[in-house]
Protein backbone atom coordinates (compact mmCIF):
# COMPACT_ATOMS: atom_id res chain seq x y z
CA UNK A 1 0.00 0.00 0.00
CA UNK A 2 1.29 3.58 -0.96
CA UNK A 3 -1.12 5.95 -1.17
CA UNK A 4 -1.61 9.78 -0.75
CA UNK A 5 -5.08 10.85 1.40
CA UNK A 6 -6.68 14.18 1.98
CA UNK A 7 -10.30 13.68 2.33
CA UNK A 8 -10.95 11.54 5.35
CA UNK A 9 -7.09 11.29 6.31
CA UNK A 10 -8.31 11.21 9.98
CA UNK A 11 -10.76 8.33 9.40
CA UNK A 12 -7.93 6.22 7.09
CA UNK A 13 -5.40 6.88 10.23
CA UNK A 14 -8.31 6.13 13.05
CA UNK A 15 -8.57 2.70 11.53
CA UNK A 16 -5.34 1.52 11.19
CA UNK A 17 -4.80 3.26 14.76
CA UNK A 18 -7.76 0.67 16.39
CA UNK A 19 -6.09 -2.68 14.59
CA UNK A 20 -2.01 -1.00 15.72
CA UNK A 21 -0.53 -2.46 18.81
CA UNK A 22 1.78 0.25 19.24
CA UNK A 23 1.06 3.82 18.21
CA UNK A 24 3.78 6.18 17.52
CA UNK A 25 3.60 9.81 16.43
CA UNK A 26 6.05 13.08 16.51
CA UNK A 27 3.11 15.80 15.44
CA UNK A 28 4.00 19.46 16.13
CA UNK A 29 0.91 20.66 18.17
CA UNK A 30 -1.72 18.56 19.50
CA UNK A 31 -5.17 19.14 20.76
CA UNK A 32 -7.09 16.10 19.95
CA UNK A 33 -6.35 12.75 19.93
CA UNK A 34 -8.63 12.53 16.52
CA UNK A 35 -9.16 8.92 17.23
CA UNK A 36 -5.96 7.68 18.21
CA UNK A 37 -6.17 7.14 21.81
CA UNK A 38 -2.38 6.94 23.18
CA UNK A 39 -2.37 4.12 25.91
CA UNK A 40 0.55 1.76 27.38
CA UNK A 41 3.23 1.10 25.31
CA UNK A 42 2.76 3.91 22.88
CA UNK A 43 4.55 7.31 22.07
CA UNK A 44 3.81 10.63 21.90
CA UNK A 45 6.23 13.64 20.64
CA UNK A 46 4.51 16.99 20.61
CA UNK A 47 5.36 20.43 20.86
CA UNK A 48 4.78 21.55 24.62
CA UNK A 49 7.26 24.63 24.69
CA UNK A 50 5.70 27.13 27.42
CA UNK A 51 4.95 29.16 24.16
CA UNK A 52 2.82 26.22 22.43
CA UNK A 53 0.93 25.56 25.74
CA UNK A 54 -0.31 29.60 26.26
CA UNK A 55 -1.14 30.06 22.43
CA UNK A 56 -3.68 26.90 23.02
CA UNK A 57 -1.52 25.23 19.96
CA UNK A 58 -0.64 22.06 22.38
CA UNK A 59 -3.31 21.03 25.06
CA UNK A 60 -1.85 20.50 28.62
CA UNK A 61 -5.23 18.12 28.71
CA UNK A 62 -4.22 15.83 26.41
CA UNK A 63 -0.72 15.35 27.56
CA UNK A 64 -2.31 14.13 30.87
CA UNK A 65 -4.65 12.05 29.02
CA UNK A 66 -1.97 10.52 26.91
CA UNK A 67 0.21 10.53 29.60
CA UNK A 68 -1.92 8.59 33.00
CA UNK A 69 -2.99 5.98 30.59
CA UNK A 70 0.65 4.83 30.12
CA UNK A 71 1.92 6.16 27.05
CA UNK A 72 5.93 7.82 26.85
CA UNK A 73 5.03 11.39 26.04
CA UNK A 74 7.88 14.16 25.34
CA UNK A 75 7.88 17.49 24.29
CA UNK A 76 10.13 18.81 21.55
CA UNK A 77 10.40 22.65 21.26
CA UNK A 78 11.00 23.19 17.85
CA UNK A 79 9.47 20.23 16.73
CA UNK A 80 7.28 20.79 13.28
CA UNK A 81 7.22 17.32 11.66
CA UNK A 82 3.69 15.27 11.83
CA UNK A 83 4.44 11.30 11.14
CA UNK A 84 3.10 8.61 12.42
CA UNK A 85 3.78 4.73 12.68
CA UNK A 86 0.97 2.37 12.97
CA UNK A 87 2.94 -1.31 13.56
CA UNK A 88 3.70 -1.67 9.92
CA UNK A 89 2.02 1.73 9.23
CA UNK A 90 3.38 4.76 8.09
CA UNK A 91 1.74 8.40 7.90
CA UNK A 92 3.78 11.51 6.87
CA UNK A 93 2.25 14.32 5.90
CA UNK A 94 1.17 18.19 7.05
CA UNK A 95 -1.99 17.08 10.19
CA UNK A 96 -1.65 18.15 13.49
CA UNK A 97 -3.53 16.26 16.23
CA UNK A 98 -6.13 18.55 16.12
CA UNK A 99 -10.39 19.28 15.86
CA UNK A 100 -9.36 21.74 13.45
CA UNK A 101 -7.36 19.03 11.08
CA UNK A 102 -9.92 16.36 10.96
CA UNK A 103 -13.09 18.94 10.23
CA UNK A 104 -11.75 21.96 8.38
CA UNK A 105 -8.23 21.99 7.16
CA UNK A 106 -7.40 20.95 3.60
CA UNK A 107 -4.52 18.09 4.86
CA UNK A 108 -2.54 15.07 2.75
CA UNK A 109 -0.77 12.52 4.10
CA UNK A 110 1.26 9.79 2.21
CA UNK A 111 0.25 6.24 3.59
CA UNK A 112 2.26 3.42 3.35
CA UNK A 113 3.48 -0.08 4.35
CA UNK A 114 6.55 0.25 2.12
CA UNK A 115 8.68 -1.49 4.52
CA UNK A 116 11.89 0.91 3.42
CA UNK A 117 9.65 4.09 4.29
CA UNK A 118 8.35 2.51 7.26
CA UNK A 119 11.66 1.91 8.57
CA UNK A 120 12.37 5.41 8.10
CA UNK A 121 9.98 6.88 10.18
CA UNK A 122 10.90 4.61 12.78
CA UNK A 123 14.23 5.58 13.00
CA UNK A 124 13.19 8.88 12.75
CA UNK A 125 10.81 8.40 15.72
CA UNK A 126 13.95 6.73 18.03
CA UNK A 127 16.26 9.71 17.16
CA UNK A 128 13.72 12.37 17.78
CA UNK A 129 13.01 10.88 21.42
CA UNK A 130 16.46 10.54 22.32
CA UNK A 131 16.79 14.44 22.20
CA UNK A 132 13.34 15.23 23.46
CA UNK A 133 12.46 16.64 27.06
CA UNK A 134 10.40 13.53 28.69
CA UNK A 135 6.83 14.71 29.94
CA UNK A 136 6.44 13.30 33.43
CA UNK A 137 4.38 14.53 36.22
CA UNK A 138 6.52 17.40 37.29
CA UNK A 139 6.55 18.63 33.38
CA UNK A 140 2.56 18.79 33.40
CA UNK A 141 2.00 20.22 36.92
CA UNK A 142 4.20 22.75 36.01
CA UNK A 143 2.73 23.30 32.39
CA UNK A 144 -0.89 23.39 33.85
CA UNK A 145 0.09 26.16 35.74
CA UNK A 146 0.54 28.61 32.19
CA UNK A 147 -2.08 30.76 31.48
CA UNK A 148 -3.74 29.88 28.15
CA UNK A 149 -5.00 32.63 25.37
CA UNK A 150 -5.59 31.23 22.30
CA UNK A 151 -4.06 33.56 20.05
CA UNK A 152 -2.94 31.17 17.21
CA UNK A 153 -5.81 31.71 13.84
CA UNK A 154 -8.81 30.00 14.08
CA UNK A 155 -9.71 28.98 10.52
CA UNK A 156 -13.17 29.06 8.65
CA UNK A 157 -15.29 26.40 8.46
CA UNK A 158 -16.43 25.20 4.99
CA UNK A 159 -13.37 23.38 3.52
CA UNK A 160 -13.44 21.77 0.20
CA UNK A 161 -13.00 18.23 0.01
CA UNK A 162 -9.98 16.72 -2.20
CA UNK A 163 -10.08 13.16 -3.18
CA UNK A 164 -6.69 12.04 -4.44
CA UNK A 165 -6.96 10.58 -7.63
CA UNK A 166 -4.92 7.21 -6.89
CA UNK A 167 -2.66 6.53 -10.65
CA UNK A 168 -3.28 3.44 -12.08
CA UNK A 169 0.28 1.57 -13.86
CA UNK A 170 -0.58 -0.04 -16.88
CA UNK A 171 1.42 -2.88 -19.14
CA UNK A 172 0.90 -2.15 -22.87
CA UNK A 173 2.50 -3.62 -25.91
CA UNK A 174 3.93 -0.72 -28.49
CA UNK A 175 4.38 -1.24 -32.00
CA UNK A 176 6.91 1.17 -33.69
CA UNK A 177 4.64 2.61 -36.46
CA UNK A 178 6.14 3.91 -40.28
CA UNK A 179 5.57 8.10 -40.86
CA UNK A 180 3.37 7.03 -43.95
CA UNK A 181 0.32 5.32 -41.80
CA UNK A 182 -2.06 6.84 -40.69
CA UNK A 183 -1.12 10.11 -43.20
CA UNK A 184 -5.02 11.32 -42.77
CA UNK A 185 -4.76 11.33 -38.78
CA UNK A 186 -1.31 13.72 -39.01
CA UNK A 187 -3.39 16.73 -38.07
CA UNK A 188 -5.11 15.25 -35.37
CA UNK A 189 -1.85 13.67 -34.13
CA UNK A 190 -0.43 17.05 -34.08
CA UNK A 191 -2.68 19.23 -32.54
CA UNK A 192 -3.09 17.04 -29.16
CA UNK A 193 0.87 17.04 -29.51
CA UNK A 194 1.05 20.71 -29.51
CA UNK A 195 -1.11 20.66 -26.36
CA UNK A 196 0.59 17.90 -24.58
CA UNK A 197 3.88 19.27 -24.28
CA UNK A 198 2.72 22.44 -22.68
CA UNK A 199 1.71 19.73 -19.67
CA UNK A 200 5.29 18.40 -18.96
CA UNK A 201 6.31 18.60 -15.75
CA UNK A 202 10.46 18.59 -16.54
CA UNK A 203 11.69 21.30 -19.53
CA UNK A 204 14.01 18.56 -20.23
CA UNK A 205 11.22 16.37 -21.28
CA UNK A 206 9.66 15.19 -24.88
CA UNK A 207 6.43 14.05 -25.75
CA UNK A 208 5.71 10.79 -27.90
CA UNK A 209 2.23 9.25 -28.56
CA UNK A 210 0.62 5.85 -28.66
CA UNK A 211 -2.39 4.79 -30.54
CA UNK A 212 -4.64 2.44 -29.66
CA UNK A 213 -7.91 0.65 -31.75
CA UNK A 214 -10.36 -2.10 -30.46
CA UNK A 215 -11.77 -2.57 -26.59
CA UNK A 216 -8.97 -2.99 -24.61
CA UNK A 217 -9.35 -1.90 -21.24
CA UNK A 218 -6.50 0.41 -21.23
CA UNK A 219 -7.90 1.91 -23.96
CA UNK A 220 -11.66 2.42 -22.02
CA UNK A 221 -10.20 3.79 -18.57
CA UNK A 222 -7.04 4.81 -19.12
CA UNK A 223 -6.35 8.57 -18.09
CA UNK A 224 -4.33 11.72 -17.32
CA UNK A 225 -2.42 11.00 -14.52
CA UNK A 226 -1.79 7.31 -15.07
CA UNK A 227 1.33 5.87 -15.80
CA UNK A 228 2.38 3.48 -18.66
CA UNK A 229 5.33 0.96 -19.27
CA UNK A 230 5.65 0.31 -22.63
CA UNK A 231 6.91 -2.74 -24.11
CA UNK A 232 8.44 -1.83 -27.40
CA UNK A 233 8.98 -3.23 -30.86
CA UNK A 234 9.59 -2.57 -34.06
CA UNK A 235 7.16 -2.60 -37.06
CA UNK A 236 8.66 -5.41 -38.57
CA UNK A 237 7.36 -7.60 -35.72
CA UNK A 238 9.50 -10.23 -33.88
CA UNK A 239 10.28 -9.97 -30.09
CA UNK A 240 10.01 -7.01 -28.80
CA UNK A 241 13.36 -5.14 -28.12
CA UNK A 242 12.95 -2.93 -25.15
CA UNK A 243 10.95 -1.79 -22.32
CA UNK A 244 10.93 1.53 -21.05
CA UNK A 245 9.99 2.22 -17.33
CA UNK A 246 6.54 4.22 -16.42
CA UNK A 247 5.98 7.39 -18.26
CA UNK A 248 2.82 9.80 -16.86
CA UNK A 249 0.12 10.15 -19.52
CA UNK A 250 -0.19 13.73 -20.08
CA UNK A 251 -3.43 13.55 -22.28
CA UNK A 252 -5.94 11.45 -23.82
CA UNK A 253 -6.99 11.90 -27.23
CA UNK A 254 -10.13 10.06 -28.12
CA UNK A 255 -10.54 9.88 -32.18
CA UNK A 256 -12.99 8.83 -34.79
CA UNK A 257 -10.52 5.99 -35.63
CA UNK A 258 -8.65 5.68 -32.65
CA UNK A 259 -7.50 6.52 -28.58
CA UNK A 260 -4.62 8.63 -28.81
CA UNK A 261 -2.43 8.56 -25.57
CA UNK A 262 0.27 11.33 -25.27
CA UNK A 263 3.29 10.37 -22.34
CA UNK A 264 5.90 12.38 -21.09
CA UNK A 265 9.32 11.01 -21.87
CA UNK A 266 11.88 11.52 -19.52
CA UNK A 267 15.27 12.45 -20.40
CA UNK A 268 16.19 8.96 -18.20
CA UNK A 269 14.11 6.97 -20.38
CA UNK A 270 16.81 5.57 -22.62
CA UNK A 271 19.28 4.81 -19.95
CA UNK A 272 16.36 3.11 -17.77
CA UNK A 273 15.01 0.85 -19.93
CA UNK A 274 15.66 -2.68 -19.78
CA UNK A 275 16.03 -5.27 -22.78
CA UNK A 276 13.84 -7.37 -23.53
CA UNK A 277 14.90 -10.66 -21.80
CA UNK A 278 15.43 -9.05 -18.38
CA UNK A 279 12.58 -7.40 -17.92
CA UNK A 280 10.97 -10.68 -18.59
CA UNK A 281 13.86 -11.94 -15.93
CA UNK A 282 12.09 -8.93 -13.66
CA UNK A 283 8.70 -10.09 -14.06
CA UNK A 284 9.32 -13.56 -13.29
CA UNK A 285 11.34 -12.24 -10.24
CA UNK A 286 8.09 -10.93 -8.86
CA UNK A 287 6.03 -13.16 -10.10
CA UNK A 288 4.06 -11.07 -12.27
CA UNK A 289 2.39 -13.23 -15.24
CA UNK A 290 4.56 -14.13 -17.98
CA UNK A 291 4.32 -10.28 -20.01
CA UNK A 292 4.21 -10.95 -24.13
CA UNK A 293 4.34 -9.53 -27.29
CA UNK A 294 0.84 -8.59 -27.24
CA UNK A 295 0.24 -7.75 -23.37
CA UNK A 296 -2.08 -5.30 -22.23
CA UNK A 297 -2.52 -5.36 -18.76
CA UNK A 298 -3.60 -2.88 -15.64
CA UNK A 299 -0.85 -3.51 -12.56
CA UNK A 300 -1.99 -3.98 -8.97
CA UNK A 301 -0.21 -1.41 -6.54
CA UNK A 302 2.27 -4.48 -5.16
CA UNK A 303 3.02 -5.45 -8.29
CA UNK A 304 3.81 -1.85 -9.30
CA UNK A 305 5.42 -0.97 -6.24
CA UNK A 306 7.95 -4.69 -6.44
CA UNK A 307 8.63 -3.68 -10.12
CA UNK A 308 10.35 -0.39 -9.35
CA UNK A 309 11.90 -1.66 -6.57
CA UNK A 310 13.97 -4.16 -8.46
CA UNK A 311 13.81 -2.42 -12.02
CA UNK A 312 17.45 -0.61 -11.18
CA UNK A 313 18.85 -4.62 -10.63
CA UNK A 314 18.15 -5.67 -13.79
CA UNK A 315 20.79 -4.38 -16.95
CA UNK A 316 19.61 -2.10 -18.53
CA UNK A 317 19.79 -0.99 -21.83
CA UNK A 318 18.71 -2.68 -25.20
Not at 90 to 119: C, F, K, M, Q
Not at 206 to 214: K, M, Y
Not at 274 to 290: C, D, H, M, V, Y
Request: glycine fraction near 6%; charge should be positive; charged fraction near 25%.
Amino acid sequence: MHKLVSSGLWAEVSKWAKLSRRRSAAVAYATNENGIRFGKGDLLIVNASDQSIATGQTSVKLLQTAFHHGADVFSCPNLHAKVLLLDEIAVVGSANLSASSRDTLIEAGLVTDHPRTVGMVAAFLKQLQQISDRVDGRFLKRVSQIKVNRTFFEHANGRREINVMQPRIWLVSVTQLSDKLYEDERADAERGLEKAEELTEHSSSEVSWIRFTGASKFRREAKPGDSVIQIWRSEKGGSPSVVYKNQPILRRQDEESCTRFYVEEFKSSERTALNWKSFQTLARRIGLPEPTMNTIRELSADQADALFSLWSTEKPGR
